[in-house]
């Protein structure tokens, strides 16, 4: 362990020599490029790789090809997005013949798998980096070897640390700020990589989260949202976290994705009732509506298992706000099944609803089930998934209009001039006519019309 820490402290101070010499050298620092693919916990990573890389040195770049360092951080849910991954590493080809000393570097839960890996070892010759998501830590040590030794360096370790509480953090936003409250997942979901790419859970201290939730509401953040594959396994107890995180002053919101429906208890809706900060609402990722396909995706809940919860919420609050992620098409599924999850969407009235084509995933259980459904059926499925999703979601935020709502003004709207853009409580987009100088506060808006996407509306604050 010291040993690691003298290596990282070694390699740290190098790095930035090297970097030093770099700007006297150029006039400018030398530039990094961080992209980030996938889920909300890949944006929280790479903002701890842009915190230690803004610590030997480095500034930062929307331009990769001006990028002395392009990393790409990314993600395995799916596999068109390690299509694109491919893609963008494909056409770096080039650049990498006319620019030898940029560094490239994949990381992330595609990184980690050992196929994925060599794939890139042996046909992507341009990347000089390739690492998973348990060497975050050891990013200095890693970078070093590569421009010390001119090495190609490829880190899938699947050793489990510590949580480290000692990073720096480089975030995108000065608003809206993501705090992971636990790592990994125990549940085997069948069609699911994350296990195999993410470990098994792990939980930070609530010390730690409450600690860091004060921070960034003393630096002003508005917004947090709490990050773990189950939240609701966070093991030192979700309700009371949310508790004590909802006692800290200030004014400011809490959020949380995502919650395991078999974990989800009322005691976690009588928290969120009667909090003042956390919002009336709830991603509760359903993936089928039908009991048969739940089983051979190994949720571990059953449909009125799952409605009870959304139920017991509505009876306490008729207006909870729901929404999900639903997969169409798992391998073995019917037509009649695909049916009855449009009929539980249209039960539960969700808000908003992510939904998407099974995926294959190699390594996972899923992926040995005979899948007969062919590509166009399950496109068509979804077609006709999101059709039925559009009117169930207009006529159900239609319940909005005429009320008055808190926004969280984010920015300029898409709607027309003179519009900002926002989410309210429920986390639903609100398009709304207000000046500019309430971006970044929360405004009152009166909302005048549901669209099948967002809410539209009028702030009441200067009338
Ligand atoms: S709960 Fe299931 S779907 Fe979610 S990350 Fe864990 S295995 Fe994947």
């Known amino acids: 362990m010291a040993e690691t820490m003298l290596k990282k402290e070694y390699a740290k101070a190098e790095l930035l020599k090297l970097n030093n010499r770099f700007s006297d050298l150029n006039g400018h ?18 903002e701890k790789l842009k915190g230690q890389l803004s610590q030997i040195g480095y500034d930062f770049t929307d331009d990769m090809t001006s990028a002395q360092l392009i990393i790409l951080n990314t993600c395995a849910v799916r596999e068109n ?53 348990f060497a975050y830590n050891d990013l200095y040590q890693m970078l070093f070897e590569v421009l010390s030794q001119k090495t190609r360096v490829f880190n899938q370790t699947e050793k489990i640390t510590d949580i480290s509480e000692e990073f720096s953090q480089l975030r995108s936003d000065k608003l809206r700020a993501f705090v992971p409250i ?14 195999y790419v993410r470990g098994r859970e792990r939980s930070r201290k609530p010390e730690a989260v409450v600690k860091e939730v004060r921070d960034l509401v003393s630096d002003g953040y508005k917004e947090i949202t709490l990050l773990g594959q189950n939240v609701n396994s966070y093991s030192y107890g979700f309700a009371a976290l949310l508790k004590e995180i909802d006692r800290i002053p200030g004014k400011f919101r809490i959020r949380f994705m995502s919650s395991h429906p078999k974990d989800a208890s009322k005691e976690l809706i009588d928290t969120i009732i009667e909090s003042e900060k956390i919002c009336k609402c709830l991603h509760l990722p359903l993936q089928s509506g039908c009991d ?3 089983k051979l995706m190994n949720r571990h809940y059953d449909k009125a298992q799952y409605l009870d919860i959304i139920n017991y919420a509505r009876s306490k609050k008729p207006e909870f706000s729901f929404s999900t992620d639903i997969i169409v098409g798992f391998p073995g599924e019917t037509y009649d099944e695909f049916c009855e999850t ?18 294959r995933r190699s390594g996972t259980k899923a992926a040995e089930f005979e899948d007969n459904i062919s590509d166009k059926q399950k496109g068509l499925w979804l077609r ?31 709607l027309a001039d003179g519009y900002l853009t926002g989410k309210n409580d429920e986390g639903i987009i609100v398009e709304f006519k207000a000046d500019k100088k309430y971006i970044g506060e929360f405004v009152q808006v009166r909302i005048t019309k549901a669209m099948n996407w967002a809410l539209e509306g009028e702030s009441v604050e200067d009338k």
């Open 292 to 294: 048969r396909i739940l």
């Open 29 to 46: 620092a030398p530039l990094a490029y961080v992209h980030s693919f996938g889920c909300q916990q890949n944006v929280s990573d790479a």
């Open 182 to 195: 636990m790592y990994g997942c125990n549940n085997f979901c069948t069609y699911c990589i994350v296990p």
């Open 342 to 359: 449009k009929e539980l969407i249209k039960q539960v009235k969700y808000d908003n609803i992510y939904s998407f084509v099974y995926s």
């Open 81 to 133: 997005a390690e299509d694109r991954v491919f893609g963008t590493i494909g056409n770096l080809k080039k650049f990498k013949q006319q620019n030898p000393d940029t560094i490239i570097a994949v990381c992330g839960c595609m990184a980690q798998q050992k196929h994925i890996a060599q794939k890139i070892k042996s046909t992507y010759r341009q990347v000089d980096l390739v690492f998973g998501t």
């Open 384 to 414: 006709e998934l999101l059709l039925e999703q559009r009117d169930v979601t207009t006529n159900w935020l239609s319940r909005f209009v005429g009320k008055t709502v808190e926004v969280l003004a984010e920015g300029e709207g898409r």
